[in-house]
């Protein structure tokens, strides 16, 4: 393979990369970098943030069972939207994948479509759609499938439909990177040994696109435990997720310092589970992922 | 009785006739080459016999049974693919026993017949690699022995060696037809090759737009082609163009330019435009004076087992191959006389050479 002669190349990557690297610095870590020492602040009703350095604020989340469940229904909310993509976003990617050229790229714009539309506007969409007197609950009782509405909004079902449909792209977008890889043969190989076209998918297809839904998954895992927008709307004020508990600290109590807390824990909290899962996932399907 | 027979196979994809008609009859144990260019078909027909493509019309007999609705996965052929199709994350064993374990074969029998089918391809001990790990060469081995570890009726051989650099396909020909005579496998190889179709089949289907317009061994497709196609395609010749001149119930006298050509055992109407062929090889140096004809040398290559020269002659220029037998033939320039038996000329009907690709 072709390589470049790191002594000929100069300074060039670091004067290209410059630009993004300062925007990097300047708009991300340093944000983070100051959010971090703020989470080890003090905060009095009476003085607000005092300038003194502890690990309180992440005691008081370790301790308190109103954060306990917070965390576990981000958590929750967040694997089941992540299952969720996983289930529509592999056949619907596969579906697409073997359209006609001509199909294929408009149903590829109709998936990816919502990307370009704010995601509040969106949201708000999903709120009509689900609400009591919204259009789901008077179709289901025109047609006598219930009586009483089913309570959708303020609920996590409402929460986890609007954010799989929102995060739904990714998968589909990391999961068509690795299929186009596929080579058809492949395919035909399996069924000439005799597989059924359902074995040929679990034990040679998946394997393969293994590493496009694990990039996916984490994209999607990432992003709705995350969510703010989405939750806040769909959610209500009652159904706090972490992002919204954080930002209620922020401006709710004023309490910087926990909410600066809580999002470090957020950002760990994904992190881990982010790198342990596709730690595990890149030593079970090693060979594909080389 | 034939033991795969496709009868009246047509493929249509929209207008485009991929097969226009074929039939084809492949006894037991035969190993058939279906030999064309690109676009012949030739593929199309094989994915047909596997399933992969379904015929607009036809049928296709295998062993007495009538498999032409039967989907790929019941059919039960050994197949390789162009691009091996190795599953990539498997290990070699793990590729070879797939099919196995498909047909619910037990483990402990399964690990022995995946060591039998290593065995075969001389491949032994690298079971547990991975595709990755392996050689082009290799991952051809797998292919192969992947395809007869089921044990098939049937062997599928989808343009097998076009990833191979020559060296190594020159084994694989030779490898490979071992093997396939040593199993008693019938086989149908599609390929483009001509020198591939001749090292390994007992018949040549040489196939052109979607029909097979020749089938005998290679012996018989080299030496006496029905077309000018099959007469290109098979190797390389001299052709003459000419008008038959005279004919008596022996041979026909085609006039090329200022030479009269007598090819025996051939009839054609008077005046009738054929074009007269003789293969390189065929053609011998002699001392100037003596011989048909003399001409000018106008390139000679030294290709190591053989001498490639082109003669500039009163019948154009003439191509032909001399095997190296230790002394280098006349310099480019020097005059040369030039002769042939012409038992060897070949007649073919100007009309068809239209056809040729």
């Known amino acids: 393979m072709a390589r470049y002669d790191a002594e000929r190349v100069g300074v060039a990557p670091w004067l290209l990369s410059g630009p993004a690297l300062l925007v990097f610095i300047a708009l991300l870590l340093a944000p983070l970098l100051l959010t971090a020492v703020l989470s080890l602040n003090l905060f009095s009703d009476t003085d607000g943030v005092v300038p003194s350095y502890s690990l309180g604020n992440y005691l008081e989340v370790f301790r308190d069972d109103y954060f306990h469940e917070i965390f576990l229904r981000t958590g929750g909310m967040a694997l089941a939207v992540t299952v969720l993509c996983v289930l529509l976003g592999i056949p619907e990617t596969i579906i697409i994948a073997r359209m006609a050229p001509r199909w294929r790229s408009l149903f590829l714009l109709v998936v990816l479509g919502p990307l370009l539309i704010s995601v509040v506007v969106r949201t708000l969409g999903w709120a009509i759609l689900l609400g009591n007197n919204g259009l789901i609950n008077d179709a289901l009782q025109a047609l006598g499938i219930t009586e009483q509405p089913v309570k959708m909004l303020f609920t996590q079902v409402g929460v986890v439909i609007a954010l799989t449909h929102v995060l739904v792209p990714f998968m589909v977008i990391a999961v068509w990177a690795t299929l186009q890889r596929l080579d058809l043969q492949v395919e035909w190989a399996g069924l000439s040994l005799g ?9 040679i297809i998946l394997p393969q696109i293994m590493p ?14 995350s969510a703010f927008a989405t939750p806040a709307i769909i959610g209500g004020r009652r159904l706090k997720v972490v992002a919204t508990a954080a930002y209620d600290e922020f401006l709710g109590t004023l309490n910087w310092p926990l909410g600066a807390a809580i999002a470090m824990l957020l950002l760990l909290a994904n992190l881990i589970i982010i790198l342990g899962c596709s730690k595990l996932a890149e030593r079970r399907f090693k060979q594909v992922f080389e | 009785m034939a033991f795969l027979t496709l009868e009246g196979i047509v493929k249509t994809y929209g207008k485009f006739r991929a097969i226009d008609g074929l039939n084809l009859e492949v006894r037991h144990g035969e190993f058939i080459a279906l030999l064309g260019p690109s676009g012949c078909g030739k593929t199309t027909t094989l994915q047909s016999i596997a399933g992969f493509v379904q015929p607009t019309e036809g049928r296709i007999v295998l062993d007495g049974r009538d498999i032409t609705h039967v989907r790929p996965e019941q059919r039960g052929l050994g197949i390789v693919f162009q691009s091996y199709a190795l599953f990539p994350h498997m290990t070699v064993a793990q590729n070879i026993s797939f099919g196995l374990e498909m047909r619910g074969v ?3 029998e399964r690990g022995k017949r995946v060591d039998e089918a290593l065995d075969l391809v001389r491949l032994a001990g690298l079971g547990e690699r991975y595709p990755k790990a392996l050689s082009g060469g290799q991952r051809q081995r797998v292919a192969i022995a992947r395809a007869l570890a089921i044990r098939p009726n049937l062997l599928l051989l989808d343009e097998p060696m076009s990833n191979l650099d020559a060296k190594l396909r020159e084994e694989m020909h030779i490898e490979l037809r071992a093997i396939q005579r040593e199993l008693g496998i019938t086989t149908i190889l599609v390929t483009h090759d001509q020198v591939e179709a001749m090292t390994m089949s007992d018949r040549i289907a040489v196939m052109q737009k979607g029909r097979i317009v020749q089938i005998d061994t290679p012996f018989e497709a080299y030496e ?20 038959v001149q005279l004919r008596n119930d022996r041979c026909c006298h085609v006039q090329v330019h200022d030479t009269l050509m007598h090819v025996p055992h051939e009839d054609r109407a008077l005046g009738n435009d054929v074009n007269v062929y003789i293969r390189p090889e065929k053609i011998r140096l002699v001392a100037l004076g003596s011989g048909r004809f003399s001409g000018r040398v106008r390139l000679r290559v030294f290709l190591g087992n053989l001498w490639l020269m082109a003669v500039e002659s009163r019948l154009g220029l003439v191509h032909m191959t001399l095997p190296n037998l230790g002394t280098p033939p006349p310099e480019e320039g020097s005059e040369v006389g030039l002769d042939w038996s012409d038992d060897d000329l070949r007649l073919l009907d100007r009309e068809v050479a239209h056809g040729q690709v």
């Open chain 1, 195 to 203: 597989a059924s076209r359902l074995t040929v998918f679990r034990r």
């Open chain 1, 212 to 225: 496009g839904v694990l990039s996916g998954s984490i994209i999607v895992f990432a992003l709705a435990a």
């Open chain 2, 106 to 108: 037990p483990r402990a």
């Open chain 2, 224 to 243: 006496r082609p029905h077309s000018p196609f099959a007469s290109a395609f098979l190797g390389k010749t001299n052709a003459f163009a000419g008008a």
